[in-house]
């Protein structure tokens, strides 16, 4: 293996290492919720942000975005048009050689000659909760069919794990990607509490999980805090993912805290990822202070330093580099 790669998986297995590895991600496209079906050029952004980043940055590691594939189109038709919680049992699985994962696969193929011998790679894959309530309009539309038809609601998740699950492996077994990238959130409404996520929402996530993990994937669990939502850390402690990457700042739950929270795994986090945070604020000396903060308060096996989900698109590279140096 490469220097970088035995780095990462090493701070992945909770190992000494020379120097903490560190982790930050952006879109490479205009706007990543539109699809590459109706505008094929993202896919030629993407994969030309991917390699610019690589050659530019030269990162510890790459998560590999899905731009343009958040959704599958026509599971995503049939929950967009639901008008009650029983449409959705018109949900049916697509096939293991749907051109949905096919172009993901080739996506990932591509990337991965690239750079994948120097650097770990991990793809993007949303939970099926988060991809349902994205397609249905948000939580609010996820939350009322909960409340009117529970068992629609898992029927129609375990039909998007079974689709989710079918390109998580394929981008590890045929594209070569060491292992998925998993975003899950709580769903932001109070009517759905914890028995309720555990009960509904959870076993759609966690097929995904014991699916990648069954091709030998090495599988990133991200408990997404994007835009200041707010997650109940505690719903995800006994997930089978190999690392966790949270929002610490947004949780207000520090590295350290949050590794003793998921059984002693590798973290990844410590910045905030948005305009008005210090990693895109701050001057060298303010940001390399910080870097330094976290690791005295966090120790430095099994952390990895990033943010609390994607950082702006415009932000500069030099600043990810700012804290490399510093975490040496």
């Known amino acids: 293996m490469s220097e970088k790669r035995d780095l990462v998986f090493d701070a992945f297995n909770n190992?000494?290492?020379?120097?903490?590895?560190?982790?930050?991600?952006?879109?490479?496209?205009?706007?990543?919720?539109?699809s590459a079906y109706e505008i094929p050029e993202m896919r030629e952004q993407n994969i030309k942000g991917h390699k610019h980043f690589v050659e530019t940055f030269k990162p510890d590691f790459v998560k590999l975005?899905?731009?343009?594939?958040?959704?599958?189109?026509?599971?995503?038709?049939?929950?967009?048009?639901?008008?009650?919680?029983?449409?959705?049992?018109?949900?049916?699985?697509?096939?293991?050689?749907?051109?949905?994962?096919?172009?993901?696969?080739?996506?990932?193929?591509e990337l991965t000659s690239s750079f994948g011998k120097e650097v770990a790679t991990f793809y993007n894959v949303f939970a099926p909760a988060t991809a349902f309530k994205w397609a249905a309009g948000g939580d609010k539309k996820l939350a009322s069919f909960i409340k009117e038809?529970?068992?629609?609601?898992?029927?129609?998740?375990?039909?998007?794990?079974?689709?989710?699950?079918?390109?998580?492996k394929a981008v590890i077994q045929q594209g070569g990607a060491d292992g998925i990238y998993l975003s899950v959130q709580t769903i932001q409404d109070?009517?759905?509490?914890?028995?309720l996520?555990?009960?509904?929402?959870?076993?759609?996530?966690?097929?995904?999980?014991?699916?990648?993990?069954?091709?030998?994937?090495?599988?990133?669990?991200?408990?997404?805090?994007?835009?200041?939502?707010?997650?109940?850390?505690s719903l995800f402690k006994n997930y089978p993912a190999?690392?966790?990457?949270?929002?610490?700042?947004?949780?207000?739950?520090?590295?350290?805290?949050?590794?003793?929270?998921?059984?002693?795994k590798a973290v990844i986090g410590g910045f905030e990822n948005t305009k008005k945070g210090l990693l895109y604020t701050g001057t060298k000396e303010e940001i390399q202070a910080e870097t330094k903060r976290l690791l005295e308060e966090s120790g430095r096996k099994g952390i990895i330093l990033g943010a609390d989900c994607t950082v702006p698109k415009d932000i500069d590279f030099e600043r990810f580099e700012w804290v490399r140096r510093a975490a040496e």
């Open 15 to 34: 190992k000494e290492t020379d120097r903490v590895p560190v982790g930050f991600w952006f879109h490479y496209t205009e706007n990543e919720l539109k």
């Open 65 to 109: 975005m899905s731009d343009g594939y958040f959704f599958e189109p026509e599971t995503a038709k049939v929950i967009n048009s639901a008008k009650s919680a029983a449409d959705l049992k018109a949900l049916k699985a697509i096939a293991e050689d749907d051109k949905w994962i096919k172009d993901q696969v080739s996506l990932v193929k």
């Open 149 to 168: 038809d529970k068992e629609s609601v898992i029927y129609a998740l375990s039909v998007i794990a079974q689709n989710t699950s079918s390109l998580a």
């Open 190 to 195: 109070l009517s759905v509490g914890p028995d």
């Open 197 to 233: 996520y555990s009960e509904v929402i959870a076993p759609a996530e966690l097929a995904v999980l014991v699916a990648a993990n069954a091709v030998g994937g090495t599988n990133i669990l991200h408990i997404c805090g994007y835009e200041g939502a707010k997650n109940n850390l």
């Open 242 to 264: 190999k690392v966790i990457n949270f929002a610490s700042v947004v949780e207000g739950v520090s590295l350290s805290e949050g590794k003793k929270l998921f059984g002693g």
